[in-house]
């Protein structure tokens, strides 16, 4: 008589194809390509088992709570991480949405004045209909002629301020920040 053959204990992380020591977002990454893969609204594969072992693996790993216990299950040791899109207590005791960048993604630099150049044409588009309102409503042939006068320069500022904003951008690239 022959002895059936347990199948061989796949775990989540080789579900989804990373290691046990991926950080979060490694992990997110490589559940959507999984998704991608599998689902079959997108074209892949029809079996569902596959689908549900996906959605499964990440219903783990996707939390760092869940994460942590399934580690110890696993033997594995546990990681400081920080929570990534997960829900925490405050001090208050009081849930809370918690996100934190991702660290491959580089911190966004601060505003300058200059960032709000591209205002520009839609403030003079804005104040020349403004102005071309007012002049019906009062009947003032001055704020016409303000408002005829304004309406070609915010259309050509809107042609312009690209350009200076493109140029701008090539600099900082160029110099750095």
Not at 90 to 113: H, I, K, L, Q, Y
Request: aromatic share 8%; glycine share 6%.
């Amino acid at each position: 008589m022959m002895m059936a053959v347990p199948p061989p204990v796949v775990t989540h992380y080789e579900v989804l194809g990373v290691a046990p020591t991926a950080a979060a977002h490694e992990i997110r990454r490589a559940y959507y390509a999984m998704a991608r893969r599998h689902h079959p609204d997108l074209g892949g594969t029809r079996d569902d088992r596959a689908m549900q072992a996906v959605n499964g693996a990440w219903a783990v790993l996707g939390d760092p709570a869940r994460r942590r216990a399934y580690d110890t299950e696993l033997g594995f040791t546990a990681r400081n991480e920080p929570l990534v899109g997960a829900w925490a207590t405050g001090s208050d005791t009081s849930a809370r949405f918690v996100f934190v960048d991702e660290p491959d993604r580089p911190p966004r630099p601060a505003r300058t004045p200059a960032d709000h150049l591209v205002m520009v044409p839609v403030a003079l588009l804005a104040v020349a209909v403004a102005c071309f309102s007012l002049s019906l409503v009062s009947a003032s042939k001055a704020l016409w002629v303000l408002a005829v006068v304004l309406l070609p320069l915010a259309g050509a500022a809107f042609l312009v301020t690209p350009l200076f904003v493109l140029r701008r951008e090539r600099r900082i690239a160029r110099v750095g920040r």
